[in-house]
């Protein structure tokens, strides 16, 4: 879903994805996906399992192919964030660490913050079978906590990047919560809203709609706010013309027209 | 990542997810997961490809089985949306229909105030390769795109439910933004880290760090802002006495002790 829009530009930088001794090349893969869904393209990995370059990695990757040419290869997690400002650990547990933990939603906001001010901050994700490495948590400035289901949050690797990534890249996004997507016709204008409540309030009127003359203008009023919620288009305007000439069953030409 | 927390209730119910036509069971399996990580348990299937119940759904479900023995098997849209007050639905393209279009964050305060009120809202996913039908989205009320990177925004499926059903999670989530895990132990009194303060400082002065008298006002408050910025347990402020003791090179009694 949520297909290419070839008019807006590729967003792409944000913090560094840093998977720590990752387990399957597929893993790494699908994180590269969702990494560049999100207009990451910093992947740092550290001692992969099964070495690198690796072909389920670019198999799995579904043409994030970029992300994958561009990742960096680390012996060490002290080498792999040695330039970054401010480091996250995401964990399933806390182990007893006093430390700051932070949702990706509050996290996103500081990692911007961070980026707007010159600096690359980095995120690190264990191994999949074990998680992150106490040592390693005790690199990172603050942990990583998704709030879902506490009796089923456990995430793949690829889907705790997705959210953590989208949380980043809503921080910068200037999408409407929501619009009307009305195409190559345009809303329609309230005078010709108003016709259309006119031509279709005479109809009644001479079909004998309205039994009783007190109950009339609520029953106008409801019918009128129906109409309202639909947020007609031009277009559509004329074709309800058209539903209510159809209906009264004489083709006469539209008021207006 | 994000473990189990034994001591908060699972989150069930929510908003359905309608699968139609989905052909690979691995998918449903991988959405069923997803589901369950955000708290949504009524996941609806039209016509899947490979009939059900479904062995490679089961397998790809990570233990989320309570959602696919939950499932229910419709031959229509019609059908799987009949009790439904609200349905959105899920398109990469708008294909030139005039539709309103919200971002699943803004779906979710929607679907949750729709809770709230008692009535049943619900989301359909179309088939893998081609998404929704016309005329299922025709059947919808709102679109719902992912803001997410314009030049790679393809998701699959469990990732599209994951996201639109992690931003339904939030939206009755009470976790903080961020918050300091303290464990066992309690963030220090003023009291205590003055007194660290105190202990610190008489070393500095008595080993000669404060070169110059005008300057050591605001070399204190410099090193003093560095320990404020740690929000230092009772614990370490114990840890951070025996630091200053060590250095020093003595080893006497930490103050109030």
């Not at 509050?106 to 690359?120: D, F, I, K, N, Y």
């Not at 109409?227 to 030409?253: A, C, N, W, Y």
Request: with cysteine.
């Amino acid at each position: 879903m949520s297909g290419t829009n070839p008019r807006r530009e590729a967003v792409l930088g944000g913090p560094a994805i840093i998977l720590i001794e990752p387990q399957l090349g597929e893993n790494i893969g699908t994180c590269a996906r969702a990494m560049l869904n999100c207009g990451l393209t910093d992947l740092r990995l550290v001692r992969p399992r099964d070495g690198w370059p690796n072909g389920s990695a670019t198999a799995s990757a579904s043409g994030a192919d970029l992300v994958l040419d561009n990742a960096k290869l680390f012996d060490t997690t002290e080498e792999a964030i040695a330039d970054l400002a401010h480091v996250f650990a995401t964990t399933a547990r806390n182990r007893g660490m006093i430390k700051r933990i932070m949702t990706p939603k509050e996290a996103a906001v500081e990692m911007r913050a961070q980026s707007v001010a010159g600096l690359t901050t980095g995120i690190l994700f264990g191994p999949e079978r074990t998680g992150l490495f106490n040592d390693d948590l005790a690199l990172a400035d603050t942990s990583l906590t998704v709030p879902l289901n506490p009796a089923f949050s456990s995430l793949n690797l690829a889907q705790a990047v997705l959210l953590i990534g989208y949380e980043w890249y809503q921080t910068a996004d200037a999408t409407p919560g929501r619009y009307l997507h009305t195409g190559a016709t345009r809303p329609a204008t309230k005078d010709e809203l108003v016709n259309l409540f006119g031509h279709l309030e005479a109809e009644l009127e001479q079909c004998g709609f309205f039994s009783s003359p007190e109950k009339k203008p609520s029953m106008i009023r409801a019918i009128r706010n129906c109409f309202q919620r639909m947020d007609l288009t031009e277009q559509e305007v004329r074709t309800f013309h058209g539903i209510v000439s159809g209906l009264v069953g004489r083709r006469k030409p539209t008021p207006k027209e």
